[in-house]
């Protein structure tokens, strides 16, 4: 959570001094805007037995856009989105792999690369969605980028 804190400070000060706007992009959303293929469960291992969980479909404009919400979950709880021919992506899989895909079952593609634990959020998809973003008039001051945390409680305490 430092790291995210960290993060957005970093890009209120840049854009506090250039006069900038911000633009909100989430790291599930970027991990998807990468992939290659049109309906992507993005998955991040969260720790704590959770996995951050979101349902993306490429749009006419080649942009990731987000089916229902993101969401932090158990993997064998996650919400899963209408139809089949998804894809997994995101180091969540690695992490629970036997869960998602038991769970996902009949929703992934049927081929050996179902799913890409190594896929990754990167900066030209970031950038990508950040101007996406900017043209639809979902930008705000620097004073106003906050972070977003899709968990609330980020400790938990082993019962022996």
């Known amino acids: 959570y430092a790291g995210v804190r960290i993060a957005v400070r970093v890009t209120q000060g840049i854009a506090f001094g ?13 991990l998807a805007q990468g992939a290659d293929a049109d309906r992507v469960l ?9 996995v951050y969980w979101g349902a993306y479909q490429r749009n006419e404009a080649g942009l990731m856009e987000l089916l229902g919400e ?4 158990p993997p064998g709880e996650v919400p899963l989105p209408n139809g089949g021919d998804w894809r997994g992506g995101g180091a969540g899989w690695a992490a629970y792999e036997d869960v998602l895909t038991a769970r996902c079952a009949g929703q ?7 799913w890409d634990s190594t896929a990754l959020p990167r900066a030209g998809d970031v950038a990508l969605l ?11 001051s620097a004073e106003q980028a906050l972070p977003v945390y899709l968990r609330d409680k980020v400790t938990w305490k082993k019962i022996r």
């Open 130 to 140: 950040g101007l996406a973003g900017l043209a639809a008039g979902q930008a705000v």
């Open 42 to 50: 993005a998955a991040l291992d969260a720790r704590m037995d959770e």
């Open 18 to 30: 250039a006069d900038l706007p911000v633009v909100s992009v989430a790291t599930l959303a970027a």
């Open 70 to 73: 993101e969401c932090v979950s």
């Open 108 to 114: 992934l593609v049927t081929a050996a690369d179902a």
